[in-house]
T-cell receptor, first 110, second 111 residues
Framework: QKEVEQDPGPLSVPEGAIVSLNCTYS??????FMWYRQYSRKGPELLMY????GNKEDGRFTAQVDKSSKYISLFIRDSQPSDSATYLC??????????FGGGTRLMVKP | NAGVTQTPKFQVLKTGQSMTLQCAQD?????MYWYRQDPGMGLRLIYY???????DKGEVPNGYNVSRLNKREFSLRLESAAPSQTSVYFC??????????FGQGTRLTVV
């Protein structure tokens, strides 16, 4: 079992929809959780990171961590075609290694 | 404002050939990382360097070597390329709590 699991998608939604992207993880030692966005043939770019359980909001993006169920989510409000990309979740534990999920491909249709 | 620059962007190698992937940053960060990305597997850490003069193995170091030449540059070397090393390679630097800046990637095909 991979330490961080994501549904690969693709997830297709109409413009303006609320998008929910999810990850599960299997190691309770995880401390920090991150979301990255990766456009086709580009490097990942950091969207958000969070340390604790609960919600963190940044514009149209909300990251949610539920440590009791080992579940992390990214919500995108008012989704735009420019949000079409692959979204990667990641965790960092007490060491120095970042572990990534396989990514979920999102398509927002005009 | 280049951030993280990787060279080359594309490369085709024959099995057994060697090559060095270059990474340079202009953001004055200490920690630098090399990842590989394969379809459906996310990014996996090959090696990292917490500071100039130090390097450590990541999750998949076999078949690779690295050099932290100075604070700006961190290179990844394949001594004898194998088809299993066909991948997209990303260099990253750490800003704050996490890898915050990635290069554009090097697409490597080993035939």
């Amino acid at each position: 079992q991979k330490e961080v699991e994501q549904d690969p998608g693709p997830l297709s939604v109409p413009e303006g929809a609320i998008v929910s992207l999810n990850c599960t993880y299997s190691n309770s030692a995880f401390q920090y959780f991150m979301w990255y966005r990766q456009y086709s043939r580009k490097g990942p770019e950091l969207l958000m990171y969070t340390y604790s359980s609960g919600n963190k909001e940044d514009g149209r993006f909300t990251a949610q961590v539920d440590k009791s169920s080992k579940y992390i989510s990214l919500f995108i409000r008012d989704s735009q075609p420019s949000d079409s990309a692959t979204y990667l979740c990641a965790k960092r534990d007490a060491g120095n290694m970042l572990t990534f999920g396989g990514g979920t491909r999102l398509m927002v249709k005009p | 404002n280049a951030g993280v620059t990787q060279t080359p962007k594309f490369q085709v190698l024959k099995t057994g050939q060697s090559m060095t992937l270059q990474c340079a940053q202009d953001m004055n960060h200490n920690s630098m990382y090399w990842y590989r990305q394969d379809p459906g597997m996310g990014l996996r850490l090959i090696y990292y360097s917490a500071s100039e003069g130090t390097t450590d193995k990541g999750e998949v170091p076999n078949g690779y070597n690295v050099s932290r030449l100075n604070k700006r540059e961190f290179s990844l070397r394949l001594e004898s390329a194998a088809p299993s090393q066909t991948s997209v390679y990303f260099c990253a630097i750490r800003g704050g709590y996490t890898e915050a800046f990635f290069g554009q990637g090097t697409r490597l095909t080993v035939v």
